[in-house]
């Protein structure tokens, strides 16, 4: 579908087209839509979320619509976008709002320079479920810009202080589009789905043992065992469908741990880990959340170790990080982070009574099983088996189910809170 419009020597065109791989973007599977608004400068733009229903909405400055060809609204029909509107939300902003027929949010923005034509504003939008939608919205509401560069679009949200005022009185069918109130009373928290999905990562398998206890206890064995009780708590509760990234002894890639909690449209994702130190002395519960920068010294080298764990796949996935080229995402990811932080002291809190629940705390470090963009992660070092009193409890059934019990109540009053 395409469509011209003329706006104080401005044009734009606006078509969509389907991605069927989304290439470079760790995680994102599946099939994304791309919507393609051609202008013959490069105006500001704007781009925010809305629901009830869903919408995604683009705003450029300083537009003037005159588009004899086309209606103001009209159904679409294609990948999730079900019908589009344009008019004027106030005398300088052109508005072009996208209903939505699913949570699907932009995986990435970018402005393309003048070829043959104009410019052209490209963003691809992708289906992730209601959270990654939400954390999508809530990031957009709050960062003012992306990086501008020659392919990242500068995305600008305003939470307006003033009415809009109506839309293009010309038609009848601008004055179906008319945004009337206050942008902040349209921005609300996203309805609950029936059941959370929560994806659980049981840490190391297969050929990767992970770390070796003092009589020999391999992490692997210790991690799947935590995360089957954890996984049978919270499916107990009615309130969450709990996935397991791996249902056997097998060896995983962190990424493609990543890959299966997406595939689910996770909204929480929990890894599942058991430490190891030189000093036998060591002993307690941590809960790590990402960060570029660790928190301690002893955080950053447990990331190091833990990363180090593809290598016996052949894959050096410490040294990569197919994210960062992404700005959109890292907007994305910086929330993601934000609510991980909020899991993580819920966490910590359900806990506390636990040998060493509150000696080591709420830690960070860039564990790359954690970077996916939106959705809210947490890694948790149930305790040391390196040494004799931790690893004596972590190989008793009666500990194990307490101890995930716990966090299943943590993980269920995070999410009966959380905004997301």
């Known amino acids: 579908m395409s469509a011209k419009a003329d706006f104080k020597n401005n044009y734009v065109n606006f078509r969509f087209g389907q991605i069927y791989e989304v290439r470079g973007l760790e995680g994102f599977t599946g099939s994304a839509t791309r919507i393609v608004v051609e202008t013959s400068i490069a105006p500001e733009t ?153 994806t659980i990562d049981p840490g190391h398998g297969g050929k990767d043992p992970g770390a070796i206890g003092l009589s020999g206890t391999k992490e692997k064995k210790i991690t799947f065992n935590a995360s089957r009780r954890l996984a049978e708590h919270l499916n107990n509760t009615g309130q969450v469908i709990a996935r397991l990234t791996r249902e056997d002894d097998s060896f995983i890639k962190l990424r493609d741990r990543i890959a299966i909690a997406r595939k689910h449209q996770a909204d929480l994702f929990v890894s599942i880990h058991a430490d190891a130190a030189p000093n036998a002395n060591a002993y307690g519960i941590s809960v790590f959340s990402l960060s570029d920068k660790a928190s301690d010294k002893e955080a950053e080298l447990i990331a190091e ?32 982070m934000n609510e991980s932080t909020y899991l993580a002291k819920a966490i910590l809190e359900q806990v506390r009574s636990f040998p060493g629940g509150d000696k080591r705390g709420h830690r960070f470090a860039g564990f790359a099983v954690l970077k996916s963009p939106d959705i809210p992660s947490v890694l948790i070092e149930m305790g040391f088996l390196t040494n004799k009193q931790d690893e004596a409890n972590l190989n008793k059934n009666k500990y194990i189910d307490k101890l995930t019990k716990k966090i299943a109540d943590a993980i269920l009053k995070y999410l009966n809170s959380s905004q997301l």
Do not use: C
Not at 121 to 148: H, M, W
Not at 316 to 330: I, K, T, V, W, Y
């Open 305 to 336: 170790r833990e990363n180090k764990a593809d290598l016996l796949g052949g894959l050096d996935l410490a040294a990569q990080d197919p994210q960062a080229a992404n700005a959109l995402l890292g907007m994305f990811q910086r929330e993601s």
């Open 46 to 198: 704007r781009i925010f979320l809305l629901e009830n229903p869903y919408r995604l909405v683009i705003d450029t400055a300083n537009t003037e619509w005159n588009v004899p060809n086309l209606k103001h609204s009209g159904s679409i029909n294609f990948g999730p976008v079900s019908s589009y509107r344009y008019g004027k939300p106030d005398s300088n902003t052109g508005r072009l709002v996208f209903e939505l027929s699913e949570p699907a949010a932009p995986v990435a923005a970018f402005l393309l320079p003048p070829e043959d034509a104009g410019y052209r504003i490209v963003v691809d939008i992708l289906d992730r479920g209601e959270t990654a939608f939400s954390i999508a919205k809530e990031a957009l509401r709050k960062t003012p810009y992306l990086a501008n560069n020659e392919i990242d679009l500068i995305i600008q949200n305003q939470i307006y202080d003033k009415d809009y005022t109506n839309m293009s009185d010309e038609t009848e069918e601008a004055q179906s589009i008319q945004l009337s109130g206050r942008v902040v009373e349209l921005i609300s928290p996203l309805k609950r789905p029936k059941r959370w999905v929560v």
